[in-house]
């Protein structure tokens, strides 16, 4: 019988488990830290064995196979000897995609990828397509097909650390939406590194599959050059309609596909360029899959967005706040920083990634009235922003940084949490950390 052993112990990693049990293999899960309660439940009803707080190598190096989860760096002890045995490392989605026969709409880039992800969703379920959402976010692929799921397609979320081990794995319909540096800590502090883990998107495609990318982005537009795509190519734009897929023409919305769609710019639900982009990426899917106009129009108009993403707080004292806790690295800064209207309190920091902040210089310059540091250690942030003469705060508490933003701020102002950097520091995840900020505001 072959022996799949499971490294990680949480969504993907239970997921792989319940699986792989279920398709018969001898399966054994292993995670260094804590198992949480409801994991240990499903792993315990699917009648898997499991261990916490330890690797055991005599139960571990005689696997057939290894299912990695996507937080467990390539650099772990565990990982590396497994490596130097020879034995096959690969990711949850991997594997799960052996055992469905669902079209995958597959999702990734720096950033936008959680919008355009929930946006796709949304859409296709609008339409009464049978559906399922899985990867970077909502359930486990591998636990849903466990399950018995039997969805026509699913809309997936893809990380470059899931795409790191996926192999044989295919999209119909691929989207990349940018490339900007982000968890270089995890690519040897090498950019490159790190573009050829999100051009991975791209294997497997055939010649009735879709690539959609953003045609701006200098770094995928010198990659593409290195790839025989097969794959129909779908580039978006919002700078020209020449040669475009998708783009914006006079205050219009256009879909140039087999099936062709326009809308006013003003009726589309979300601000911003940034999700502009995303919008282009999700109607070219949409059209591509023959999602009907009716429903694409409507579905732009009335899609909310996602959590922790430029999301409105409260108004308090004419303060305005803003929780853009997804903003995880620099250029998602970037973005939120360009769509500020009002002067800003930008709160910044966090376990850093090997950011390179001068990337935000000039709008921190031209938006900004005063900068609140939130990290265990601030000092990186000290030496780059301090310079430029703005007010500056140093806290290592959410309570404590919303009040200094709170005394910093005048009535007319936004105090804007973009924070650049990981989340690891101080909270749980970058969803806890927007959860205390939207606390501490509502508190205060």
Not at 184 to 195: E, F, H, S
Not at 295 to 305: A, H, M, S
Not at 326 to 346: Q, R
Not at 385 to 391: K, S
């Amino acid at each position: 019988m072959k022996r799949i052993i499971v490294l990680g112990a949480a969504e993907s990693g239970v997921g792989a488990a319940a699986l792989a049990k279920i398709k018969g293999f001898d399966v054994f899960v292993s995670d260094m830290g804590k198992i949480k309660d409801n994991y240990k439940e499903i792993l315990d009803q699917y009648g898997v064995e499991w261990e916490e707080g330890k690797h055991t190598e005599a139960l571990l190096m005689n696997a057939d196979e290894v299912v990695k989860s996507p937080g467990i760096p390539e650099e772990a002890p565990m990982v590396q000897k497994l490596k130097q045995a020879g034995i096959p490392i690969i990711s949850e989605i991997e594997f799960a995609g052996r055992y469905t026969q669902a079209k995958m709409v597959c999702i990734t880039g720096s950033n936008g990828k959680t919008t355009t992800t929930s946006l796709i969703y949304h859409i296709f379920r609008s339409a009464g397509y049978n559906v399922g959402l899985a990867g970077n976010i909502g359930r486990s692929l591998a636990l849903q097909i466990a399950e018995g799921k039997t969805f026509d397609w699913y809309v997936i979320e893809l990380s470059s650390f899931q795409l790191d081990n996926m192999y044989e794995f295919r999209a119909n319909i691929a989207i990349l939406l940018n490339i900007t540096p982000d968890h270089l800590d995890r690519y040897g502090n090498c950019m490159q590194n790190y573009t050829d883990a999100k051009m991975r998107i791209l294997q497997n495609q055939q010649e009735n599959d879709a690539f959609i990318y953003w045609a701006d982005d200098p770094i995928i537009r010198t990659e593409l050059e290195k790839y025989d795509v097969k794959a129909r190519l779908c580039p978006f734009s919002i700078l020209t309609g020449e040669g475009m897929t998708g783009y914006v023409q006079e205050g219009e919305y256009v879909i140039d596909t087999t099936l062709p769609f326009r809308a006013k710019q003003e009726a589309l639900s979300l601000r911003g360029k940034h999700n502009l982009y995303n919008m282009l990426a999700a109607g070219i899917a949409a059209r591509l899959s023959g999602i009907d106009d009716t429903t694409l129009r409507t579905c732009l108009g009335n899609f909310k967005g996602v959590e922790h993403r430029l999301e409105k707080v409260a108004e308090k004292d004419g303060i305005l706040y803003i929780n853009d806790s997804k903003a995880t690295n620099v250029d998602a800064c970037w973005y939120a920083l360009d769509s500020m209207t009002t002067p800003t309190i930008l709160i910044i920091g966090g376990k850093d990634k090997g950011n390179d902040y001068s990337a935000i210089e000039e709008l921190v310059k031209e938006k900004c009235a005063g900068l609140v540091y939130l990290g265990a250690d601030n000092t990186k942030l000290h030496d780059f922003f301090d310079r430029l003469g703005l007010p500056v705060a140093d806290t290592h508490s959410m309570k404590d940084c919303v009040e200094a933003c709170r005394q910093m701020a005048r009535p007319g102002y936004t105090v804007l949490l973009s924070p650049c950097c990981a989340s690891f520091d101080l909270f749980k995840n970058m969803e806890d950390r927007g959860e205390q900020f939207c606390e501490c505001v509502m508190n205060s």
